[in-house]
């Protein structure tokens, strides 16, 4: 099964940029849907962002601030993260489904984005 590992996490001030990556241990150009999610201490996982057929969606907290991007040739996905908030601090977790149909991956260790001054 194709690995994901998140990395570029980090302590950030408000208003900051962050550019995390996913990367995978196999091809993701056949990959159906790839995702970004964030999980906040004591609170549930949440989906931050979704690319799939050549389109991406963003939770309203994250639009406008957040670009999901992909590069098949480096088996990488990539979250650009500007105008960071406080609120944005989580653990943040990439996963893909290969086909509609098909479960998520295993989950990766994600990686910690904090905003604090």
């Known amino acids: 099964q194709v690995q994901l590992v998140e990395s570029g996490g980090g302590l950030v001030q408000p208003g900051g940029s962050l550019r995390l990556s996913c990367a995978a241990s196999g091809s993701i150009s056949s990959i159906h849907a790839m995702y970004w999610y964030r999980q906040a201490p004591g609170k549930q996982r949440e989906l931050v962002a979704i690319t799939s057929g050549g389109s991406t969606t963003y939770a309203e907290s994250v639009k406008g601030r957040f670009t999901l991007s992909r590069d098949n040739a480096k088996n990488t996905v990539y979250l650009q993260m500007n105008s960071l908030k406080p609120e944005d601090t989580a653990v943040y977790y990439c996963?893909?489904?290969?086909?509609?149909?098909?479960?998520?991956?295993?989950w990766g260790q994600g990686t910690q984005v904090t905003v604090s001054s």
């Open positions: 996963n893909a489904r290969f086909r509609s149909w098909s479960s998520l991956l295993n």
